[in-house]
């Protein structure tokens, strides 16, 4: 039988992409990134590079929506450049709840800056 912690073990790819908000409205669609979250019993660590952002980032977050393309509150701050290119981090310890709504898709990661501050660029962690 496993142990608890590696039975919560998985490592999650997912692609950032320009916020929704955005799309079609943003003459520059390069913005982009890609994200790796590896899970071990209930931390999350994420790390990431990101390029094309409209403008220099003020935050980067992990929120929590109820399924994929929901949003929802915000449950952790993370470390990110302070330039329209660079990289970001953090490692979260997730309740019951946030683990729950990640096994179902609800975690997403959202890289704001002042000409996009709900979102320039987002991506959600989709287990496979």
Sequence with gaps: ?????????????????????????????????????TLVGNKLTLKGSFSGLLAVP????LFMGSLPGVRGPRIA????????????SGTVELNPRQLAALHKGGLYVEIDSDKAPEGDLWGWIIPQ
């Design 58 to 61: 003020t935050g980067a977050h």
């Design 77 to 88: 701050d993370l470390t990110v450049s302070a330039l329209p290119s660079g990289t970001l």
């Design 1 to 37: 039988m496993l142990p608890a912690a590696a039975a919560d073990s998985a490592t999650f790819h997912f692609r950032l992409s320009p916020g929704p908000r955005l799309v079609g409205t943003r003459a520059d669609t390069s913005g982009g990134g890609s994200v790796t979250a």
